[in-house]
């Protein structure tokens, strides 16, 4: 064995980890990794290749945060080899989450000193727990500063846990040399009788958090943003949803990310999923009548995709709520909440809870099939506005998903010459073509809507000698996961 070449004893080990992995692959959520560490006995080549796949991702709870520290302490040449660090903070408790924060920015803090940037290995630092509570400004300024940190990403949801967006973004500020940043976020949903101050102030915190930052320069090497509304639509749409603008009439999570993106000479990536879409986006609604609107000076690559929900509680959908039969369903109550979990009303099942006025989510009434011309075309308008003051931008998607329906959505794209659709390679140059501009519509087989007259004339100024294409297709639909 110690007659092989790096490479060959490299070549080895891909092969060994392919077929140890049996077809899957580790994620942030999964602990699935190969277990190459017997083989690392065969050499000491052999250790160090192998730990460098083995230490590249790495998933701990706080829990295991000490035993880590000791491993890596006893042999320091294993920093080099960690790429991604999943953080599990799963203790709904406060003082739990952000000791664990500090520990493991401690931990990295002492690895950085005396290294410079340039020297400084990347590593990408992914989250779940339970962070509701934002670090007082003593608190906060005990975190050191973990400067190899250049992705991080902040999940949340059920199964781990809630880490309120802005605590996230203060994590982030202790991050100098951040390139990328996901924040995904649940807004409040119950109770009823308060959700909407509740998720007035949700949105208000996130956008006041995001330019904070912004203004005290923590994100000044930001490239790419993502922000993530978790969760599902509304599945009676027959409920008057709530009004989150403020009393100005403007949604301050819209505002404050179209601020971000023009004063920032770093973004070139923004990515938005399902966080309710605005005309706040993408103009400045405060002013009236024509105002020259700032540019968007550095984004190359726009990636929206939204329900057919607003900030305003509008629908961007309608139909006829006669045409499909309301259900009424209900839950067992030992069990997590899940879509799957549901069932038709049946009074002779035990343990089950009734749903004794309408909701939201109850009952089940999916009648808004088609998009709303009049809600829509504006929303079009502002975007296409938008996109003239993008100088730099290559590509750009905005696809409507209404109820995870791929058969009733609508995605509109856009593209500069020689770079390609982002569905279709996440924007990167291939055989587009190299000499126009282009844009197109791709429509669900059961979306019986097309392009105003007015939308198709500003979009034929946008492209130019271009083209724009109207893609009837049997299902619209895109993943973000590869695009963050």
């Known amino acids: ?79 080099t080899c960690i790429r991604r660090i999943h953080l599990i903070l799963p203790e709904p408790n406060d003082e739990s989450f952000q000791s664990g924060i500090r520990f493991l920015a401690q931990l990295l803090h002492e690895w950085d000193q005396n290294v410079d940037d340039d020297l400084l290995p990347q590593l990408k630092v992914s989250m779940t727990g339970w962070g509701e509570t934002r670090f007082t400004e003593a ?92 969760g599902y639509g509304p599945l009676n749409h027959s409920f008057e949803l709530e009004n989150v603008l403020d009393e100005e009439g403007v949604d301050r999570l819209c505002e404050a990310v179209r601020i971000f993106a023009q004063r920032s000479t770093s973004l070139e990536k923004l990515v938005l999923i399902n966080i309710l879409i605005s005309p706040d986006l993408f103009r400045n609604t405060r002013i009236l009548g024509v105002a020259e609107e700032p540019t968007w000076p550095t984004i190359q690559h726009l990636f929206i995709k939204s329900n057919i929900l607003t900030p305003s509680g509008e629908w961007l959908y309608t139909g006829l709520p006669d045409s499909i039969q309301p259900r009424w369903v ?44 009049q809600v829509l075309e504006p929303l079009f308008l502002d975007l296409i506005g ?52 282009r844009c197109k519509f791709t429509i669900g087989n059961f979306t019986d809507w097309e392009p105003s007259k007015r939308i198709m004339t500003n979009l034929q100024q946008w492209v130019g000698d271009g083209s724009v294409d109207l893609d009837p297709s049997t299902t619209v639909m895109t993943s973000y996961r590869s695009i963050i």
């Not at 000490?66 to 294993?78: D, G, L, S, V, Y």
């Open 330 to 373: 209900r839950y067992r109550q030992d069990s997590v909440v899940d879509f799957d979990e549901y069932s038709e009303v049946d009074d002779s099942d035990d343990g089950m809870e009734d749903f004794p006025t309408a909701t939201d989510m109850n009952p089940h009434h999916l009648w808004r099939t088609q998009p709303d011309p």
């Open 139 to 230: 608190s906060l300024s005990q975190i050191p500063l973990m400067r190899r940190v250049t992705s991080f990403f902040s999940h949340s949801g059920m199964r781990h846990g809630t880490i309120y967006p802005d605590v996230a973004l203060q994590i982030a500020s202790r991050m100098p040399r951040l390139e990328t940043l996901a924040v995904q976020f649940q807004e409040p949903s119950r109770p009823l009788e308060h959700r909407r101050l509740a998720r007035f102030q949700y949105r208000h915190q996130l956008g006041e958090a995001l330019l904070q930052l912004q203004q005290k320069d923590c994100l000044s090497r930001l490239k790419h943003l993502g922000l993530n509304r978790f």
């Open 1 to 79: 064995m110690e007659k092989l070449s790096v490479e060959i004893i490299r070549l080895v080990i891909d092969e060994l980890q392919l077929s140890l992995l049996d077809g899957e692959c580790p994620t942030p959520v999964s602990r699935s990794k190969p277990n190459l560490a017997p083989y690392a006995a065969i050499s000491k080549t052999w250790q160090a290749l192998v730990e460098d796949r083995s230490f590249a991702f790495l998933q701990l709870e706080r829990s295991e945060l000490e035993k880590f520290a000791e491993i890596i302490a006893a042999q320091p040449h294993r920093r």
């Open 386 to 437: 938008a996109m003239d003051r993008m100088p730099k931008l290559r590509a750009g998607l905005f696809h409507l998903a209404p109820n995870r329906n791929a058969f009733q959505g609508l995605m509109f794209q856009w593209a500069e010459p020689g770079v390609s659709y982002m569905a279709e390679k996440e924007g990167k140059v291939n055989d587009a073509p190299q000499n126009c501009r």
